[in-house]
């Protein structure tokens, strides 16, 4: 549904993303997999529209989105989750969901459903986004992207910092979230989640694609793949 071919993308002078090709579809958990600066909050954003194609094409749903304001590529079903998370500090968890409400496309995700998937952001409804710990703050931000019913869900190192309890929940959203018919394109650090979620794996290095594969095949080359996280592709 959604796919990069070829695509660069440059900070100033500095090349960030090289030639990268990739694709995810609405019917598959896709992660991308690299070190820091790797380029990966690069990609995430690019998907989103929200930096300029120096080089290649952005498709969604087969059709050239390269030109697309972020705007448009957000009604055509494409949501980031920042790794900032984003939430408003100074609004409620109940305030926070009713701006993501604000997105609402028909779908299955209502506000019911998503406080269902989320009981703790039901027990903290009036809190201040101030007031919540880093992994409530991610539901916060997740949830609300989930009101906008998107089709495909850009998560950016959402697991980060949290307490392997919260990984835990975090998965079984994101496994739910999945089976309600979202995509997802999750940005990793390392193969832990991406391991127990995704069929398919990229892994990036210096701003390309250093490998591709299912996660079958990553089993079967995982030594391989860890180094190539760790070390580098050249290694
Ligand atoms: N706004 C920016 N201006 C200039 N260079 C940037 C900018 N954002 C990122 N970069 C550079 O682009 C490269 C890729 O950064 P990016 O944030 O996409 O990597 P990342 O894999 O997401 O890393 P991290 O895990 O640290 O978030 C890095 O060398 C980074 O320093």
Same mark, same amino acid.
């Given at each position: ?52 194609? $120096? ?83 991610? $539901? ?96």
């Amino acid at each position: 549904m959604i796919a990069l071919e070829q695509a660069s993308v440059q900070y100033g002078h500095a090349l960030a993303l090289s030639e990268v090709t990739l694709h995810a579809g609405t019917d598959e958990i896709v992660a991308i997999v690299g070190r820091n600066g790797a380029g990966k909050s690069t990609l995430l954003k690019t998907l989103a529209g929200l930096l300029p194609l $120096m080089h290649g094409r952005r498709m969604i749903d087969g059709q050239d989105a390269s030109r697309d304001s972020v705007e448009r590529i957000s009604r055509l079903g494409v949501a980031l989750v920042p790794d900032t998370r984003r939430i408003f500090p100074n609004l409620s968890v109940q305030e926070n969901l009713r701006i993501g409400a604000l997105a609402h496309r028909p779908g299955y995700w209502t506000m019911p459903r998503v406080l269902e998937i989320f009981p703790r952001l039901q027990e903290r409804i009036a809190f201040g986004g101030d007031q919540l710990s880093g992994g409530e703050q991610q $539901m916060l931000a997740i949830a609300r992207a989930l009101l906008g019913n998107p089709r495909v869900l850009l998560l950016d190192e959402p697991t980060e910092g949290l307490a392997p309890v919260i990984v835990g929940q975090l998965i079984g959203v994101f496994a739910e979230v999945h089976r309600q018919g979202t995509g997802i394109v999750l940005v990793e650090q390392n193969l832990r989640v991406p391991m127990r979620l995704a069929q398919r794996q990229y892994v990036l290095d210096h701003g390309s694609v250093a490998w591709s594969g299912s996660t079958e095949e990553l089993l079967a080359q995982r030594e391989q793949v860890e180094s190539i996280i760790t070390l580098g592709a050249a290694a």
